[in-house]
């Protein structure tokens, strides 16, 4: 399994960015996706998931109505769309391939500056 991630950056606040992932290694299209995010000196926490066909989303209460989370089953890709970036939205993100163990992101460094 290799996830590959791109796309973060420095972004001022109330930008946007868009985050990818590209998934090989597995069947892309059977599993859902999640991602997370590490804010310095704070604990991993989970951000949002995305079921396998890409039917269904959920996110945490914190991104909600900013962050979008879609896939491309096609490209093997899961995205993660930031709207109205935040300075507590910066935060090294990973994302992860549900249901098996210490299957993470390269991470991807996310910036925002007030």
């Known amino acids: 399994v290799q996830l590959v991630q791109s796309g973060g950056g420095l972004v001022q606040s109330g930008g946007s960015l868009r985050l990818s992932c590209l998934a090989s290694g597995f069947i892309f299209s059977r599993y859902a996706m999640s991602w997370y995010r590490q804010a310095p000196g704070k604990e991993r926490e989970w951000v949002g998931i995305?079921?396998?066909?890409?039917?269904?989303?959920d996110l945490d209460d914190s991104v909600k109505g900013r962050f979008t989370i879609s896939r491309d089953n096609a490209k093997n890709t899961v995205y993660l769309q930031m709207n109205s970036l935040k300075p507590e939205d910066t935060a090294v993100y990973y994302c992860?391939?549900?249901?098996?163990?210490?299957?993470w992101g390269s991470g991807t460094l996310v910036t925002v500056s007030s």
């Open positions: 995305i079921t396998g066909p890409g039917t269904g989303t």
């Open positions: 992860k391939l549900v249901g098996e163990p210490n299957t």
